[in-house]
């Protein structure tokens, strides 16, 4: 056998690397694939969470505080987010309903 030749094992380890390859290609697209629809499935959760509560604030006594407590011990950058808010139960904390 001269130098230009391969022999069948070299060819062999060669054709498994060549698969190990694109395995690990495919093992990162499935893993890539899993981590962007846990991410979805987290603002879901997170979407209808907030969207309850917030339909419960008109129900649930004292949920007021609980949530404007929230909102004053978020960051900086998201408290602007809820500035409506914030002032809608700031301003039933002053003025409770009767009932």
Not at 38 to 64: F, Q
Not at 85 to 98: G, I
């Amino acid at each position: 056998m001269n130098d230009m030749e391969e022999s069948p094992l070299v060819a062999r380890k060669k054709k498994v690397l060549e698969d190990l390859q694109k395995a690990k290609l495919k093992l990162q697209k499935i893993q890539t694939q899993e981590r962007k629809a846990a991410r979805k499935d987290d603002t879901r959760r997170k979407i209808l969470l907030g969207a309850k509560l917030l339909e419960e604030l008109k129900n649930v006594k004292n949920l007021d505080n609980l949530v404007f407590h929230w909102i004053s011990t978020m960051q900086p950058r998201d408290k602007p987010l809820f500035t409506e808010l914030a002032a809608e139960l700031a301003q039933r904390r002053q003025n409770p309903p009767q009932g």
